[in-house]
């Protein structure tokens, strides 16, 4: 079964349209949603929860319309948005006890293992936390009810490096049950490239490509050579080329480049900066 | 629902201690001064907002945006906070109500009829105002249901003035009192069920 299946989905704003995206995310997996600001990220994860009412195509999440068995689902499912979105004069104490009430399913030694693990204070207010502590927060309250889908929309910005690479860490083995899945959104493009299975590159509401991060990486590549050999390669191998007064680089399809020529490894970011700049 | 009125309740905790304060002083004056009934009537009308601030401190927080990630629906979101404006008028209700009495016997003035048709402005007071706010609150935001909310505030004003000539020049504006007081209940209780009704229709409509 599929963890989350997207498909045509639309939404038009004023200005933006996301237009028929098209996204599955199989179970086990971990997609990652790379976009600019004003791509179309944080549209697509809150017309998965149902935020704002989409104007075509559909969304099922865990087997289930995302709309027809909101509820149930929800319970399954674990969300952390860019801002955290908890009333400032909660405590962590106090959070536990909310959810308590709200999760069915919700693991109150687990939740204080976590608050633990991120050595977040029991009875500080939200409103005193860093924005790091805040995201943490959220994450604990995200992994305590038994979710078998992880919704995190920038949930890993604001954290230090290495509480970053912790949770990180986490995401991951999260994601060692076979019937957890991950979608996250993040600016943080080298988290994703280090968590993800599956990339999802957004662009001015449009999807260019959704693909398999280990076959991206195998799929293209960097050359640097002078403009001249460049030039000697075919428009179908070449996505982008800059050229300088000190040599010239590209973005190539792998396959098609000839073999004596050398081809470094190229990064999710500069994959996605070079895409993006090209189209 | 049960962890969005625990979520409300310590919200009030944190948010609405300094109400206490101040229902106690209004209530202690309409002890002493009872010719004013505006310190009687105040601390219900105090207490109608208090669902109102803590939906602003939501939306401040952007709790409603994280709501739609748990397991309610927008019904029980909606509900929560009417039972919460419920909750909290019907204790001041009470509290105004054994006030009036106890301050009746004091001064050796018992009227029940008074009494009753004070209580029926208290539950005016008590559900007009957040019957009237909360479905432009949960249509367009707290801003705009401020703005509301003193609009309502000054038409009251502005009927009472209105009413009182009316009272000095003599003309005849008040209904029995076995009619009017339940008249006066059914109505703003049938209003506010109503408000609630579209609340809950303005909220699922809404894009978070």
Request: charged share 20%; glycine share 6%; hydrophobic share 45%.
């Amino acid at each position: 079964m599929n963890a989350l299946e997207i498909k045509n989905l639309t939404k038009r704003y004023p200005g933006f349209t996301l237009d028929n995206l098209n996204l599955i995310l199989p179970s086990g997996c971990i997609m990652g949603l790379v976009g600019e600001n004003g791509a179309g990220k944080s549209t697509t994860i809150k017309l998965i929860l149902n935020m704002i009412r989409k104007d075509g195509g559909s969304i099922t999440i865990l087997g289930q319309d995302s709309q027809e068995g909101a509820i149930l689902t929800k319970e399954d499912v674990g969300v952390v948005l860019d801002e955290v979105g908890l009333p400032e004069c909660l405590t962590v104490r106090q959070v536990g006890k909310i959810m308590a009430n709200t999760f069915k399913q919700w693991d109150s030694a687990e939740y204080e293992r976590l608050a633990g693990r991120f050595s977040l204070p029991w009875d500080k207010a939200f409103k005193d936390f860093s924005r790091g502590m805040k995201m943490k927060l959220g994450i604990a309250v995200a992994m305590s009810h038994g979710a078998r889908l992880l919704i995190l929309d920038e949930a890993t910005s604001g954290l230090d490096p290495v509480v970053r690479d912790e949770v990180v860490d986490m995401f991951s083995e999260f994601t060692r049950d076979e019937g957890h899945s991950i979608l996250i959104s993040s600016h943080i493009v080298s988290d994703l490239e280090k968590l993800c299975d599956y990339i999802a590159f957004l662009h001015k509401g449009k999807l260019m490509l959704c693909e398999e991060k280990d076959r991206l990486l195998d799929e293209y590549g960097m050359v640097h050579a002078p403009a001249e050999r460049l030039n000697e390669l075919s428009e179908d191998a070449v996505l982008y080329k800059k050229e300088s007064r000190y040599g010239a680089e590209a973005l190539v399809l792998r396959s098609q480049v000839p073999k004596d020529m050398p081809i470094s490894p190229v990064s999710i970011e500069e994959l996605f900066i070079l895409m993006v700049k090209e189209a | 629902m049960k962890g969005l009125l625990l979520k409300d309740w310590y919200m009030m905790k944190s948010y609405c201690r300094s109400y206490l304060l101040i229902v106690t002083a209004f209530l202690a004056v309409s002890f002493m001064d009872d010719s004013n009934l505006f310190f009687a009537f105040y601390p219900c009308i105090l207490c109608s907002m208090i669902p109102i601030t803590l939906h602003s401190y939501d939306e401040r927080s952007h709790w409603l945006q994280y709501s739609a990630s748990l397991p309610c629906s927008r019904a029980q979101i909606v509900s929560a906070k009417y039972l919460i404006g419920l909750a909290t008028s019907l204790v001041m209700f009470i509290v105004t109500g054994i006030a009036q009495v106890v301050r009746m016997r004091v001064s050796d003035a018992m009227e029940p009829g008074e009494l009753i048709a004070l209580m029926a402005v208290l539950l005016l007071l008590a559900l007009l105002m957040p019957a009237i706010t909360f479905p432009v609150i949960f249509k367009w935001g707290v801003e705009k249901g401020r703005i509301v909310y003193y609009v309502v505030i000054g038409v009251i004003c502005a009927g009472g003035v209105i009413i009182a000539q009316l009272v000095d020049t003599d003309v005849e504006v008040s209904l029995p009192a076995g009619i009017a007081v339940p008249a006066i209940c059914a109505a703003v209780v049938g209003l506010y069920a109503f408000s609630w009704y579209l609340s809950i229709v303005f909220f699922k409509n809404r894009e978070l």
